[in-house]
C-alpha cells in the first residue's frame, strides 16, 4: 500500500503563471477547496481558496501568493499510514506524492487516503474494535492473539500508535471478527491488559462514510 498507488490524477497542480480565478474555478470543478502548486516539476506548496477570497482579485498569479504547507508531502514508496500521518501533522486534506529525486508525482487526497486504509484494516467487515494502552516492552502479538482465540474470535488486522497521554506507552488497536466483546474485554483485562475504549458493532457497515468514520475514530486524526 505504497504512496503512489493512491495518487488522484483528477487534481492538478497549479503553475506559478496561474491566475488566482482560475485556481478557484478548479477548486469549483474538482470540489476541493486547496490546489497544489508545483514549478519545473518541484512541488511548492498548496494554495487554499479562503486566501484567494480574501485577496479578492482573480487576476493575480499565484506565483505572488504565499504559500501553505510546503511540507505536506511524502515520498511515493512511503506507506498509506504516512499520508494520513502527514495530513494530520498540516491539516491539509491533500497530500503531495515525490520521487526520490524530490519531482512531483501528484497528490493523495485524504478521502483516497482513509478510503484505502480503512480497507486495509478490515473496517468495512462486521465485527469490533479493542484499543488497548501498553507499554512497548509488553507487546507481544503472538500472546494477545493466543488470549483473543481462547474466547473463539480472530484478530483481523492491528497496528500501533504513540499514546499521546503518555510518551513511554503505546496504543494497539485490534479489529476482531466477532461483534461481542464482553469475554474478550474480562480475558484480556484478568490479563492485565488495559482496554482503554472499543466499538462494538450491533450490525454490519454498509456505507463508506461510516466505514470513514469508525476509522478516524480509532487512528485519532
Known sequence: MQAYEFINS???????????????????EIRTDCLPVADQGRFLGFIGDEVIFELNDPDQLIGTIELEAGACWVYSDKHIYDVLRVASENQSNLVAVLDRENSYLGVISM??????????????????????????????????????ESEN?????????????????????????????????????????????????????????????NLLRFLDI
Open 153 to 213: 474470535t480472530k484478530i483481523l488486522s492491528s497496528f500501533i500508535t504513540n499514546d499521546p497521554l503518555d510518551s513511554d506507552k503505546i496504543k494497539l488497536t485490534l479489529k476482531l471478527d466477532k461483534p461481542e466483546l464482553r469475554h474478550v474485554k474480562a480475558t484480556l483485562e484478568r490479563f492485565g491488559y488495559r482496554v482503554i475504549d472499543h466499538y462494538q458493532e450491533e450490525t454490519g457497515i454498509s456505507g463508506e462514510e461510516d466505514r470513514i468514520g
Open 10 to 28: 483528477l487534481i492538478p497542480p497549479l503553475k506559478l503563471s496561474d491566475r488566482a480565478g482560475m485556481a478557484l474555478a478548479w477548486m469549483e
Open 111 to 148: 478521502e483516497d487516503a482513509i478510503a484505502a486504509f480503512a480497507d486495509s484494516l478490515s473496517i468495512k467487515s462486521q465485527g469490533s474494535v479493542l484499543i488497548l494502552s501498553m507499554n512497548m516492552t509488553d507487546y507481544l502479538l503472538s500472546e494477545i492473539s493466543r488470549l483473543v
